[in-house]
């Protein structure tokens, strides 16, 4: 185990840590000077691939301005060089003024290097202004595979749930699965910071093959669990962030009804297969 403050890192340079196991970085970006290299290329040249399984990355600063140096931002290229931790078990980036931007592409990557993680959170922490949406933006197609390919119990995913195409892909993965059903997660908790979202209904109706319907979901700092109330008693606001919200409430509710009517369909499966 190692924990390490930000003026510290750029010292990992001299140093390799063949056992470590667990690595804890509280960085201090307020008064640290730009790393030469990419925080995370650092990271996965100086760590042992086969034991280090956990790495955890805080940066707590609320105030001052983002992080605009390179070697610190959360994109594809610097992402990829984590993948080589095939037994990585837990990443969790949180890192507010840390400029972030991935896409789906990555996300498969990390679906099929990491087949133990269990948490995992792609700073969702990010201040608003800092996610960068211009040129790549995950989908909730991201959520889909990561659920079937890992175990995972907790994710914090960035996603741009707007737009068909995304629930197109979907369709297609599930009738290509070779049983009736997707395999439903393990997930417990999705946490989606401030995901835009334009209908609630189908992104419930698509994700319920493969979400249980009693997720927590955390969105734009708050939390809510899945109820039985009607959809339809959300309110939306004036507000964008507000709107984003109350439809990512009326996903949750519309979640629990189709993931009732999941579960039928997995009995009936269930019974079909038991009487062949």
Known sequence: MADMSMHCIGQLTYFLFPMLQFLELRCDTSTVSALEDPLFAIIASHCNHE??????????????????????AITPT????????????????????????YDDGIVMEMASAWPEIRMLDLNTDVRQMGWKTSSMCATTLSIYVLTQACPLWSLGILVDARGAMQFDDIALRIEQVPCSLPQQS??????????????????????SYVLPKDLWIYQGGRRFPHTRADPDEVQDSEDGLEDFHAQWVRFSKLLYRYGSMREEERMRASGAEEGQ
């Open 186 to 207: 393990r997930l417990f908790m999705l946490s989606l910071g401030y995901s835009p979202i334009d209908d609630p209904g189908r992104a419930a109706r698509m994700l």
């Open 78 to 101: 610097h992402l990829r060089y984590l993948l080589a931790f095939r037994h990585l078990r837990d990443l969790s980036i949180t890192a507010g003024p840390w400029e972030t931007e």
């Open 51 to 72: 034991t280090l399984h956990e790495i955890n990355i805080h940066d707590k600063r609320t105030r001052g301005d983002l992080v605009t140096h390179p070697s610190l």
